[in-house]
């Protein structure tokens, strides 16, 4: 299998964190991959046979309307060009119309959390609150058009749910990891060993990260008597594409928090050590979709203090402790708590060293997303909505008694059947592998026309239907992948002398050619059937309708023990002009 990867927004933050583990891992599996990055990346020190990064072409992105074109025109070439088989958009977004098979991890969409929503959103700028919205609906379209879309928490997948909950059947929860390097812990510092205590906050800064909480707790703790100093890994320039965030920046670096806060990145080379340098680790963020300096700590054996959120809960279970949102007073107080129990010190450790190797590691997000991958990779089930609405006599009931069992047998269908409810002693029932709608209304014929229009492309958009397959001349036009078979004589017409039903005929002729027109394909049970049941269009739609005559079941075979009564003509027919029972 060769896949290839978007990982053109590895820049800053978590999604550098996750290309750099995704190349040293996915380079074990036997998968032949090649991986766009930035050009700012540092691949230089990856070594795999099967693994090819490319910087990406072009020099630099000149906002997101650049980017989103270049994506959605460039990137597609390449991508269709590259040969793969599927491709990993790692990033949030994917190609809306992709060339070959797409997986979609949403690992850092934001806008789509609740807290995010309510809390956050409402304080930037209204230009920052239409960006969201067009994130958040570029982020769904590009999961309605990937065969698997991937979010790295069930808090993020049910945010995302909030807005999308057709995109439900196509997701997975698949948990990140943390790198095996974390796990050192040799020559790790005793617990205030300087009388001092020494707090640790990873982040860089967006409006969601609020780190004067932390900054407020340490000055509270300091004029309590316990001497706290606090890190946090944020840069000035970090708070430059946030105006309305310029307060908080100028908080941390007043006069206020001058003597127990520094401020100041940390390379995540480097945090391995930087976590043994610390006696505890905090995380006040007020929304995460994953949350990678949390699991990092854990893994480190540093305790964890975070905020009480949804995602720090799922992640960090019982393994660490929760103070109030945004509060520095109860942040203080789990603190000075965690400072005056080494029990409780040792007990947090213990079980997040555990939480962090059982269910955090690179090896098992990696086996799920080759889980995933090789899924897309397989030949999947087509997915067929049969319309049966009009199969109540004759030859539509005979077509579906014998054609039913036959689909439901196919390994490579999965088959659904809609009809109304008045035909259920009419079709036939039960039959394993096929899955029954029924329609209530009140019959009539212009009703029947009418619903199928309505509620049939319904059923196959919340079906997510492959094919909707109408065994008569016409079936609804909006329906996706229509295929139609053309089985009806309307011709008959043209023998017809009665006014209602040559009206009758005049329509099905007409329902038969804009069925036609707006089908994918379309099958004639003959040649003659193919062309009268096209007319004047035949020229135009000769190219998608193919010819399959029907069976007959193996019961009809010749029996020539039986003695027949030369005398006796059986017809067998129901009763229509084109009939010709009066010649009989």
Not at 70 to 85: H, L, M, N, P, T
Not at 537 to 565: E, L, Y
């Amino acid at each position: 299998m060769k896949i290839i990867i978007n990982a053109i927004s590895a820049n800053t933050g978590g999604i550098v964190t996750y290309t750099s583990n995704l190349i040293e891992y996915i380079g074990r599996e036997d998968l032949d991959a090649i991986i766009y990055v930035p050009r700012t990346f540092n691949a230089g020190l990856i070594e795999s046979p099967n693994v090819t990064v490319k910087k990406v072409p072009v020099k630099r992105f000149f906002g997101p309307i650049h980017r989103f074109l270049w994506e959605q025109i460039f990137w597609r070439k390449i991508v269709k060009k590259s040969g793969a088989d599927i491709l990993y958009s790692s990033a949030n977004y994917g190609v809306l119309f992709p060339p070959i098979k797409q997986v979609l991890l949403v690992q850092g969409e934001i806008y789509l959390n609740p807290v995010y929503r309510d809390k956050v959103l409402p304080k930037l700028p209204i230009s920052e609150q239409i960006s969201a919205f067009l994130r958040r609906n570029l982020m769904l379209f590009s999961a309605r058009h990937s065969s698997i879309t991937i979010f790295p928490s069930e808090v993020a997948l049910n945010a995302a749910l909030d807005y999308g909950p057709d995109i439900a059947e196509n997701s997975v929860v698949n948990y990140l990891g943390v790198g095996d390097r974390f796990a050192a812990t040799e020559s790790r510092r005793e617990w205030r060993q300087d009388g001092q205590l020494e707090l640790l906050y990873v982040s860089v800064f967006y409006p969601h990260k609020d780190p004067v909480t932390l900054a407020e707790a340490s000055r509270l703790l300091n004029d309590q008597g316990l001497p706290t100093k606090i890190r946090i890994t944020m840069e000035a320039h970090d708070f430059d594409p946030w105006p309305s965030s310029r307060n908080e920046l100028t908080a941390l670096t007043s006069d206020r928090y001058a003597d127990c806060v520094n401020i100041g990145r940390i390379e995540h080379q480097q945090l391995t050590d930087a976590l043994k340098s610390y006696d505890a680790f905090v995380f006040p963020s007020m929304a995460e979709t994953f949350g990678f300096p949390m699991v990092e700590a854990m893994r480190a054996g540093i305790p964890l203090i975070v905020s009480d959120i949804p995602i720090h809960r799922e992640i960090c279970g019982d393994a660490a402790l929760y103070f109030k949102l945004s509060d520095p007073v109860d942040l203080a107080a789990r603190i000075k708590e965690l400072d005056g129990s080494a029990s409780l010190r040792a007990t947090l450790i213990d079980r997040a060293k555990k939480r962090a190797v059982n269910q955090f590691s690179w090896e098992k997000h990696i086996s799920a997303l080759r889980g995933s991958l090789d899924s897309v990779f397989a030949p999947k089930k087509i997915r067929v909505l049969i319309n049966a609405l009009h199969a109540r006599t004759g030859g539509g009931v005979t077509y579906l008694r014998n054609m039913l069992p036959l689909l439901a047998r196919d390994p490579m269908l999965e088959v659904h059947l809609c009809a109304h409810e008045d035909q259920q002693d009419v079709l036939p029932k039960a039959i394993d592998n096929i899955e029954y709608h029924f329609l209530r209304f009140e019959r009539g014929f212009w009703k029947v026309l009418l619903r199928e229009q309505i509620d049939l492309p319904k059923l196959a958009r919340r079906l997510r239907a492959d094919i909707t397959f109408s065994p008569a001349n016409y079936g609804p036009i909006f329906a996706p992948n229509s295929v139609v078979m053309l089985r009806n004589a309307v011709s008959v017409g043209f023998v017809e002398r009665r006014p209602v039903k040559l009206a009758y005929w005049a329509l099905l002729f007409v329902a038969t050619l804009v069925s036609l027109a707006a089908s994918k394909r379309a099958i004639a049970v003959s040649n003659y059937a193919s062309r009268v049941g096209t007319g004047f269009m035949w020229d135009w739609t000769r190219s998608k309708v193919a010819i399959i005559p029907h069976g007959v079941d193996g019961r009809f075979r010749v029996n020539r023990k039986v003695k027949r009564n030369e005398n006796t003509i059986l017809a067998v027919s129901d009763i229509y002009v084109q009939k010709n029972f009066k010649n009989l």
